[in-house]
Each structure stands twice: as C-alpha cells, then as structure tokens.
C-alpha cells in the first residue's frame, strides 16, 4: 500500500555539524511533500514544502531534496543547534489534501 | 494571534465516558482535520472535514465522532466504544484551495488523554 516512511530513526549529531535526515515514498503519484518538525509534547510544526515539478528548495538553514527516480525525500539542516532537537516526519499528499506521515526520525544534537 | 488552539491540553476519561476534544482555528481555514498519534509512531487520521457541515472518515475513525457547525470549531468525541483511548490527539486546519489540492495543514498544540 501507500506508505512514507524513514530510512534512520535516530540521528545524533554535534552541534554545528550539518544533519540529514532520510524519507522514502511509495506512492509515485504524490505531488507535494511537507517536512515537519515535532518537539516533545506539542504539535508538529510546517518547516518547508516542496512540489513534484522540484528537485531542490531552500529555507532559512534547511534544504529539501526530492528524487522522483528513487522516490526519495531529504531533509538538510546547516549548522545544527541544540533547538534542533525533536522528532522530524515527512509528508506527502496522497491526493483530497489528505497527506500520509511516516513514523518520524528523532534528531539528538550534543554539545 | 492568528491559529489553532486545543482544549484541554490533558483530558482524563473513565471507563465508558464520552469525552470531547475541541479544536478551534481562527485562520479562516475550510479544511479541518484530527489525526491521533501514538509513542513513537507517526500521525493517523481519525477524520477531516472540507467545509461546514460535512466530513468524511479517516483510516481510523472506529469510536469516534466529529461535528462542523461552524468553519473555525471541529470538536472531537471519543466514545466509549473507542477502547484504547490513550493518546496525543491533533488537529489541523489548511488554507482554502487555490489550485489542485497542494495544502499545507498546520496544528494545534495538541491535547492528551489518559484513562483512568
């Protein structure tokens, strides 16, 4: 069936670093992908989106790359700071605006 | 403040209980929707809705009910025939469509509930 899902549960990462984070589709109809970012007890919070008819979109210090080849999605995060820290999930639209979550990559940034 | 608040924030149910989860969003959103997440496990929907007065099942709607009197009010029910209850509860509202169906959904802060 259709799924999103993550290659990495986990990421630790130093601060500063650059962090990556992994996202894999199945559904090769999908025209829109959303990054969310998820700190402990609150609600996911939109960091960037981007559209099929896109290979690359930059934000403020994150970067998504979208691989229609391989059905692959990634999350880039420059300079990594400890606010970093949280559970990141991928989305796309599966169509009727409904949109399928995977499960989520937690990011650790250590000092 | 323009956004999407939840009420309560913590909500405990006992055995049997119908409890109700609000939503209320004041970005003149069409789109509303409440999605149940798990430890550890991504978002599911429970149901959406894409104007007043109608709205559709999501993948898990068994033990639940939903209203939409008004555009910024979407209230969900858990009913005593929901019997694993406990989880974090969120709900999200999208912009009107402009073209296609390429809609950012943003959340609420969301509301957890336990059973005692």
């Known amino acids: 069936g259709e799924s999103v899902g993550l290659h990495l549960p986990t990421l630790s990462v130093q601060e500063g670093d650059n962090s990556i984070i992994n996202c894999a589709y199945s559904n090769s109809a999908s025209d829109y992908f959303i990054w969310y970012k998820q700190e402990s007890g609150k609600g996911p919070q939109f960091i960037i989106d981007?559209?099929?008819?896109?290979d690359k979109r930059q934000g403020q210090r994150v970067t998504v790359l979208l691989n229609k080849t391989v059905k692959h999605l990634s999350l880039q995060i420059a300079a990594t700071q400890p606010g970093d820290s949280a559970v990141y999930f991928c989305?796309?639209?599966?169509?009727?605006?409904?949109?399928?979550f995977g499960a989520g990559t937690r990011l650790a940034v250590h000092p | 403040d323009g956004g999407i608040t939840q009420s309560p924030k913590y909500l405990f149910r006992k055995e049997g209980q119908n409890v109700t989860l609000s939503c209320e969003q004041n970005?003149?959103?069409?789109?509303m929707y409440w999605y149940r997440q798990d430890p550890g496990q991504g978002l599911r929907l429970i149901y959406y809705s894409q104007i007043v007065n109608d709205f559709q099942k999501g993948d898990i709607a068994e033990g639940y009910s939903v209203s939409r009197e008004k555009k910024e009010s979407f209230p969900l029910t858990v009913t005593s025939a929901q019997k694993n209850p406990t989880a974090f509860y969120l709900c999200a509202s999208s912009s009107p469509r402009t073209s296609g169906n390429r809609e950012t959904q943003y959340f609420g802060p969301g509301t957890r509930l336990l059973v005692l």
């Open positions: 970005l003149n959103h069409d789109a």
């Open positions: 989305a796309e639209n599966s169509g009727y605006n409904k949109l399928i």
């Open positions: 981007i559209r099929s008819n896109m």
